[in-house]
């Protein structure tokens, strides 16, 4: 009753922004770090398989995006500035460059305050940007950076700092703004910025799972969103709730959501944690009636990740987690069917090309592992720097953000 894939659905959805020149969001199309791309090399590193790369100024843990030959980042140049960097992606050039003022603030150490990743269209650049106090929402003019409108969204209370990136619909642009004590998911007009729907949401603890799309067979949309207290399915173009699925935790307190909720073949894959090692990670099962809630069918409380996101694949779930392992369980069951230590720490999510898994390690590893049943190190590719924004990959193109750096990797013509 459900499409095969969310990279399917999106398909018919935004058929041009699947095209492999583009990685419009946040883990590229509708969120499942699946690329179209064949052709990217296996092994590679700051001196193999680089067609060019680029310092970013200041710091920033904001993921590359792209939009046919332009590259999209957000960083923090300085404590009292922010930055939205257009690249050319045939050579790392700058584009043009649009600054905002901000101020240094109290973050967790591994945040930043340029942790977002924006958003495109192809006619105009969505991100939302923390100034130490405030989270304002901004569109850009793809062409020269021009701000078209921007929503201030008020002040952001967690000690972890903001994080979360917008996502867009059709017509919508789409933000949960989600922090300590409370949460209201907004919908605002892509084009002019006005407000669409807003809708109050329950909330414990800041968290930054970014939304997703799910197409019903019928061809009706769902926008999913995932946060401490719920996963809530709501109407993407009037706000009206679906249903929601509630957490039930056995831990001392209600658990924060990080990675990104995944749906394949009628299930939800979702994840949550906290920094003394809690986690909770369950699979659901979507059912037939668009207005019932999921049903859960598995859990696991030891070894999925909790800030990296997952990828599906041919029933089967692969991801690497904080602690450092890969693992490869079944999708409808949780079964292990491999689970192996790496001993790196992960905090980007991985993406899958050709059926291979890049995982990008916070100490500047990225590991290439063969998306199957069997267990295969492909390939371990180190870097000089650390890495915590998740990849990207466009018209066969890797793009790789260090700390200081932005690679691109590719295959010499």
Known sequence: MFRASCGLVMS???ASSLSANNWE?????????????????????????????????????????????????????TPGERSLLCLNVKDGSKVWETKLPGVAAKIHKLNSLASATPACDGEMVYAAFWDGSDV?????????????????????????????????????????????????????????????????RDAYRACYSIPTILERSNGKAELLVTSTTAITSYDPHTGSRNWDWKWTFTSKMPLRTIASTVEADGMIYAASG??????????LKLPTVQSAAP??????????????????????????????????????????????????????SPIMIDGKMYAASEDGNVFVIACEPKYELLARNRFEELIHATPAVADERLFIRTGSTLFCIGTKK
């Open 25 to 77: 969001r946040f883990r590229g199309p509708n969120g499942t770090g699946v690329a179209a791309d064949k052709t990217i090399p296996v092994e590679f590193g700051p001196k193999q398989n680089v067609l060019w790369k680029v310092a970013i100024p200041g710091k920033g843990h904001s993921s590359p995006i792209i939009w046919g030959e332009k590259l999209f980042t957000q960083t923090a140049p």
């Open 12 to 14: 018919l959805v935004l």
């Open 295 to 348: 049903v859960e069918v598995w859990d696991n409380k030891k070894q999925m990740p909790y800030v990296p996101s997952v990828l599906t694949r041919d029933g089967y779930i692969y991801f690497v987690n904080d602690s450092g392992f890969a693992g490869c369980f079944e999708a409808k069951t949780g079964k292990e069917i491999w689970f192996e230590r790496l001993g790196s720490k992960f905090y980007a």
């Open 274 to 283: 906290d920094g003394g090692g809690d986690r909770h990670a369950v699979a």
């Open 136 to 200: 304002t929402l901004y569109a850009f003019d793809i062409k020269d950076g021009a701000k078209k409108w921007e929503k201030n969204l008020g002040k952001f209370t967690s000690q972890h700092g903001a994080g979360v990136s917008p996502v867009i619909f059709q017509d919508k642009v789409f933000y949960p703004f989600d922090m300590d004590g409370g949460s209201t998911l907004y919908a605002f007009d892509k084009k002019s910025g006005k407000l669409a729907w807003k809708s109050p």
